[in-house]
């Protein structure tokens, strides 16, 4: 692909637009320093952009009433998980009513793509995407996120509530 | 031999054949759950219906015989109907249990659904509970929720094991699978009831939530548990073997295994195996390379029968590796040593000739009868009691033991590796790694080898029936198989790595374009 070049000698004469963009810079700048409200760009990290509390970002293992996980490690996420970066190894729980639960699941966020597939498999409301998005870390960081992590960790003060209740559920004959 | 037409395909079957028999010779679809061909025909989940030409209503396929020019069909509207309305009585009271059950996967109601699914369901009324994860004994747990009531499970117990365990109990929608006041379902064909079980109402205590369904591959294989050699497909993934089942042959197995088949995948997986070479005594071992250990063997074995002759050299074999393993180390021995110092190692001669009627021998190795060949074939006579009194007189410089792959079945196996220490020099190849093989008192190297699920050969079962293994997992790089080490004492360089890089596949992309990427 060649650059296309208007013909003619004005072409050539550069200077004009260089002063046309040095006088927009100047422009925004003052604008900048006496309206910093309005300023598109922020001071990150002092001063951060606030996502809407729906945007899917990191994931967040929903709990029961009790506080025990909700995940029935059905597996379902995994099996959708396009990255396959979630890893479940599943138990017998003691109590028959619960029958099988996780007693590890793992997901190895810098593998995730964010793609929302595992929220939208899960059938008991277990897995979700939460809002936090900034999980930086320093060499030796775990990025890969267990239970501890996913259900309890502190942003989430004491766990998530699930939508799904299987007692509700056996009430009402399902 | 009646003639019938099935979904406009002329059939000719032989007299008594059922409709649905026809329909399988046929291949063509339809959908059952009661009904199993090496069971009894008991007709009640009413699924089989098919439309016959000249009859007002429908009929079960599996309980009606085909006649003389009858003109059958199971893809007409009114056959669909019915089998879906059948379909939504199954699943009034069939929990929505799918994520934590096992059969989830490889589930018939789930398969049906899909197809005649009513998906808008009609009920109003609650679903009846019924008791979840009862206890039915050590192998198997039921869950009556799930269960259709096809009966499967109590005919199998009826007609095939002759045990009698499992009932049907109560009436109506209370109708529940169980045992008569809760004694165990302990006999060892019971999981048998699992395979046959077309939802999960019965699961498999030793697979229940190891693995999901999707996530295993499986291959056709065969059962190194005895000498029947029971056609079995075994369920894989990159970490191993996670469980066994049976397949189809009319002339081994019918359609059945025993439970102490269905614990083969164990001894493959990488906890109990030996997972490199190692030489040492009495509990002090020192790891090694492959191609080390194979030349140790090779001037061991000359520098004995240059020094003494080739009788100071001997082999053990056992009944647990293939024909061409065999046929391999014998004609090595026989073929370059000159020797006929070769041994069967008989695992449990209390209890080798046992049979239990249906399908479990007390020769529990796979390959007797390819051993036994082998051994007929070079002229091999010599009886156990010859190396017994040649170990004890000191005479054996070099022995080498192809051991067992599967240590269980070897009850006397710390007596018999003591016996072994009296050697001066023992090679113990086997895959499995054992506290027997660690407390050899004399100077000893073990030599991984590799299990039926890794190699391919032929396994001769007690009828004389050859039938072939395939490889599915590699779970140790660096086992050998006796073939190999075979050729690795004869003086053939054996390339580790040929088979791999034979078996890895082109990347077309690279080729076609060229280059990299």
Known sequence: MSIVKKPGAIANWYLPGIFAGMWFTLVTMIRNIFNQDKMITKNYPEDKYEYSPRFKGNHVLTVKKDGSLRCTACMLCATACPADCIKIKASEHENPAVEKYPISYEIDILRCVYCGYCEEACPVDAVRMGPEWQTPGLAGTNFSYDIQHLAYRAQLKGGVLSRVDDEERHKAGI | ?517
């Open chain 2, 1 to 517: 031999m009646p003639k019938c037409k099935i979904n406009g395909q002329e059939v000719e079957v032989e007299a008594g054949t059922t409709i649905i028999e026809a329909f399988k010779k046929l291949d063509s679809e339809i959908a059952h759950y009661c009904y199993h061909p090496g069971l009894s025909v008991a007709g009640v989940c009413r699924l089989c219906m098919v439309e016959i030409e000249g009859n007002p209503r429908l009929q079960i396929a599996c309980n009606t015989v085909v006649q003389d020019g009858m003109v059958i069909n199971n893809n007409s509207e009114k056959v669909k109907e019915t089998v879906k309305w059948g379909l939504d009585f199954h699943l009034i009271n069939h929990p929505l249990d799918c994520p934590i059950c096992d059969q989830a996967g490889e589930c018939e109601l789930q398969i049906q659904y899909m197809k005649f699914g009513q998906y808008d369901p009609e009920m109003a009324e609650p679903k009846v509970k019924k008791n979840k994860v009862v206890d039915l004994g050590s192998k198997i747990v039921l869950d009556s929720e799930r269960c259709i009531l096809c009966s499967r499970c109590v005919r199998f117990t009826e007609e095939v094991s002759k045990t009698n365990e499992l009932g049907i109990f109560n009436r109506g929608d209370r109708s529940e699978i169980g045992t008569f006041d809760g004694k165990p379902l302990e006999n060892d064909y019971a999981v048998n009831t699992v395979d046959i079980c077309p939802v999960g109402a019965l699961t498999s205590k030793d697979f229940r939530f190891r693995q999901r369904v999707w996530y295993l591959k499986n291959k056709e294989t065969v059962c190194p548990g005895c000498s029947t050699g029971c056609n079995v497909k075994s369920y894989y993934n990159e970490e191993g073997l996670f469980r066994v089942k049976p397949r189809q042959n009319d002339e081994v197995n019918g359609y059945w295994m025993c439970d102490k088949g269905r614990d083969t995948y164990k001894f493959v997986n990488k906890e109990n195996r030996l997972l490199e070479p190692k030489v040492g005594q009495s509990g002090q071992w020192d790891s090694q390379e492959v191609d080390g250990v194979m030349s140790v063997m090779s001037t061991k074995i000359d520098d004995a029968v240059k020094s003494a002759g080739s009788d100071k050299v001997a082999l053990v074999l056992t009944g647990q590796y293939t024909s061409e393993e065999y046929a391999s180390m014998l004609s090595y021995f026989v073929g370059h040593l000159k020797s006929k110092n070769v041994y069967h190692w008989v695992n449990n001669p209390e209890s080798f000739d046992e049979f239990d009627g249906l399908l479990l021998r007390g020769d529990r190795n796979p390959n007797t009868k390819g051993l036994l060949n082998g051994l007929d074939q070079h002229g091999i006579t010599a009886p156990w009691s010859d190396l017994e009194t040649k170990l004890n007189a000191g005479d054996i410089e070099v022995l080498l033991v192809a051991g067992p792959e599967d240590p269980s079945v070897f009850p006397t196996l710390t007596e018999k590796v003591s016996l072994f220490s009296k050697a001066k020099n023992l090679f113990w190849m086997s895959a499995a790694k054992t506290e027997a093989a660690d407390s050899a008192t004399t100077k000893t190297w073990q030599i991984p080898l590799k299990t039926y699920a890794e190699k391919e050969g032929t396994f001769v079962n007690h009828k004389g029936i050859e039938q072939k293994i395939q490889p599915m997992v590699n779970i140790v790089d660096c086992a050998q198989t006796l073939s190999e080490v075979a050729s690795a004492l004869s003086g053939q360089k054996v390339d580790h790595l040929g088979s791999l890089v034979k078996d890895r596949k082109t990347n077309h992309f690279i080729n076609h374009h060229g280059g990299g990427l």
